[in-house]
């Protein structure tokens, strides 16, 4: 294992990834705090993707169990984040295409 | 993991390069309420694919139990998401815990595999993932407590908190640095733990609900920062980049809730805040207020041309929105130009006045930050003020001695007529007298935000059919 490059190469992504993080959030509406925040929180549990590896690789107990409720908790978040994110959006709606039954 | 990569490894980090793609475009479409719903699509479809390239790993073995752990994770996450909009604030401090728990079990399971071979830097990151991990599952345990008001939403402080905090903090480093050391001391590491998930306890203790759009913020910003430091451990850009993306966004977003409530940003990463002082408690000189009667409310309103309604929170505890959303369409039917003033920090969350809104069916062009509304205030006939307090006192502006100073307000005071709903004379979350509620130019309207709401709706509509 060549750590030493492959920290290197995780701190450029890191940093790099969190420089797009703040150009690209610095640009969402204070409309849509909320949802961007129940949004990113369904982002991070892409989590899950090492939760899985832990309980299929099954290397010990105490790895599958604790793998298997953080398999639980993420995909959890994956659901319900998505689905209030997607709720949430619904709700907006503009004043704008012909929303006006106006009466006289 | 030798440089060169297998074929079956090749397509699944090239499936997570699609996914981070996919995800980033999933943050930028949510620039505008227009794009943002392909983001949400864009954000699925990275997740179903980095989930389907996992399961291609091949050192899996047993599928069934994450079938399992796939299945039930939906069970639980299906109500979830189905949460009424007043509750999102605290269903998203559940989903930090939720995000956080996840984080900090893979860091302790990766530990136990392999201990005692972690190289320093690895065990570090490790550290940093745990800790960060744990404090972010209680605390926001308890954020979420307080927001449901199972737990006193009431600021719990004592003497030397500060110092408590700091040591415990201090103990878990040191256990850390210990471990970082020496990784062959296992039994070390449970109690990096427990100190880490009971500091995440002691930090919200001292919190108050008002603090809370801060707090649950910056508690998404520690559960992208564990996950990204996860991602470090087990080598996975994907997880970096996921865990960055949320980090910046807990982190902006921190820094616009501690802007809007006039704290430094030094104030909230040290998370000392919460301790608005008790001072000057509430000038006793019973001054004169004018009220008025529904009746009255509706004749100003109605002969009004512009007019701005204020939502605070209160407005959503008294459940009033839908009520306020009949007087803006009886206003907006006279052609009366209604628009809604939002303070970033209106409502429990970031953002959450909005949603509350919006629920209401509120078009959302109708709802203007503070930044752009304050300078139309001078030239508006009445700002209506909704269960909003702290956020319209003008003390915030002129007053040196108020505790509340410096905070950037919506500047109602400035409308030729200022109406505030509110229940009685008591003061606000904070302890502190609004001097708005004094001026010559407004009026007081007590009652229930629904009732008075309903009543003024039945006025205009009686009136004029």
């Not at chain 2, 609900?209 to 559960?223: H, K, W």
């Not at chain 2, 960055?244 to 909230?268: H, Y």
Request: glycine residues 10%; aromatic residues 6%; contains cysteine.
């Amino acid at each position: 294992m060549n750590s030493s490059s492959n920290l290197i190469n995780a701190l450029f992504i890191f940093v790099l990834a969190g420089f797009i993080g703040f150009e690209v959030i610095r640009r969402v509406s204070p409309l849509l705090h909320t949802p961007l925040m129940s949004l990113t929180n369904a982002l991070d549990a892409i989590a899950v993707v090492g939760a899985i590896v832990l309980v299929g690789e099954h290397k010990s107990t105490l790895a599958a169990v604790f793998g298997f409720i953080a398999v639980v908790a993420a995909t959890s978040n994956i659901v319900g984040g998505f689905l209030i994110t997607d709720r949430m959006l619904k709700m907006f709606k503009s004043s704008r295409p012909a929303d006006k039954p106006v009466a006289k | 993991m030798t440089p060169e990569l297998a074929g079956g490894q090749v397509i699944i980090e090239l499936v997570y390069l699609i996914a981070s793609v996919l995800f980033i475009l999933s943050l930028k479409w949510m620039s505008s309420p227009t794009t943002a719903r392909h983001g949400i699509w864009a954000g699925e479809i990275g997740m179903l694919l980095a989930i389907c390239g996992t399961l291609l790993h091949h050192g899996i073995v047993d599928y069934r139990l994450i079938a399992i752990g796939l299945v039930l994770g939906t069970i639980i996450g299906v109500p979830l998401g189905r949460v009424a909009m007043t509750a999102v604030p605290q269903r998203t401090a559940l989903s930090h815990a939720f995000g956080a728990l996840c984080v900090t079990l893979v860091g302790s399971a990766e530990f136990y595999l392999r201990s005692p071979d972690i190289s320093r830097f690895m065990m570090s990151v490790l550290s940093l993932e745990v800790i960060l991990g744990g404090l972010t599952v209680t605390g926001s345990l308890m954020a979420a407590g307080k927001l449901q008001e199972i737990l006193p939403q009431r600021p719990l402080t004592y003497k030397g908190q500060n110092l408590v905090n700091f040591l415990l903090l201090a103990c878990a480093l040191v256990i850390a640095v210990t471990l970082v050391l020496h990784p062959e001391n296992r039994s070390l590491f449970p109690f990096m733990i427990l100190i880490a998930l009971t500091f995440g306890v002691l930090l919200i203790i001292p919190i108050g609900g008002a603090d809370m759009p801060t707090v649950i913020s910056l508690l998404n910003g520690y559960a992208g920062l564990s996950a990204a430091a996860m991602g470090f451990v087990l080598d996975s850009k994907l997880l970096i980049i996921a865990g960055a993306l949320d980090g910046s966004s807990g982190l902006i977003l921190s820094i616009i809730m501690s802007k809007a409530m006039n704290r430094s940003f030094t104030n909230v990463l040290f998370g000392a805040f919460g301790q608005v002082q008790t001072s000057a408690a509430a000038g006793e000189e019973a001054r004169p207020v004018r009220s008025a009667t529904p009746e009255e409310a509706a004749a100003i309103l109605s002969a009004a041309n512009k007019v701005i309604i204020v939502p605070g929170y209160g407005m959503a505890v008294a459940q009033a929105q839908h009520k306020v959303r009949e007087l803006y369409d009886a206003l907006t039917k006279r052609g009366v130009d209604v628009r809604f003033a939002i303070h970033p920090v209106a409502g429990r969350m970031p953002g959450h006045m909005n949603v509350l809104l919006a629920e209401a069916d509120i078009p959302y062009d109708r709802l203007i930050e503070m930044d752009e509304i304050n300078g139309d205030f001078p030239q508006t006939d009445v700002a209506l003020v909704i269960g909003a307090n702290d956020v319209t006192n003008p003390a915030a502006r002129s007053d040196v001695s108020s505790p509340i100073y410096g905070m950037p307000i919506l500047d109602v005071d400035k409308a030729h007529t200022v109406m505030v709903i509110k229940r009685s004379m008591n003061p606000g979350f904070a302890g502190i007298d609004n001097p708005l509620y004094y001026l010559d130019n407004t009026l007081m309207l007590f009652g229930d935000a629904k009732q008075f709401v309903g009543s003024i709706v039945r006025e205009l509509g009686g009136g004029h059919g």
